[in-house]
Nanobody, 126 residues
Framework: VQLQGFGGGLVQPGGFLRLSCAAFGFTLANHAIGWFRQVPGKVREWIGCISSEADNKYYEDFVKGPFTMSRDNAKNTVYLQMNMLKPDGTAVYYC????????????????????WGKGTQVTVSS
């Protein structure tokens, strides 16, 4: 079971990036995926969660509007579109699943899981 996040990079304030989270060794279509971010030395922040069929999406208040989650189960991949990025968006971004449910469980939304993707660095700077 492996998740791989990629798509990060350097972007100017006001710019956009689309992160991807690909699954290897299991069928992503059966599972909800959560997105998180962390700045070194700070607590990990939950960004949002998308259910297996994308019929339920939950976002933390600070990303509502500019950030959008989607998924392509045929490609075993989940996406996080980030628009209007600000410098405080600089962080390592992670995807995760709890391998238990197709819904966004409380455990996944709080990050209580062992299944994390390799993070991808996003830097928002001019």
């Amino acid at each position: 079971v492996q998740l791989q996040g990629f798509g990060g990079g350097l972007v100017q304030p006001g710019g956009f990036l689309r992160l991807s989270c690909a699954a290897f060794g299991f069928t992503l279509a059966n599972h909800a995926i959560g997105w998180f971010r962390q700045v070194p030395g700070k607590v990990r922040e939950w960004i949002g969660c998308i259910s297996s069929e994308a019929d339920n999406k939950y976002y933390e208040d600070f990303v509502k509007g500019p950030f959008t989650m989607s998924r392509d189960n045929a490609k075993n991949t989940v996406y996080l579109q980030m628009n209007m990025l600000k410098p405080d968006g600089t962080a390592v971004y992670y995807c995760a699943t709890d391998m238990e449910s197709h819904l966004c469980t409380s455990s996944l939304r709080s990050g209580r899981t062992d299944y994390w993707g390799k993070g991808t660095q996003v830097t928002v700077s001019s």
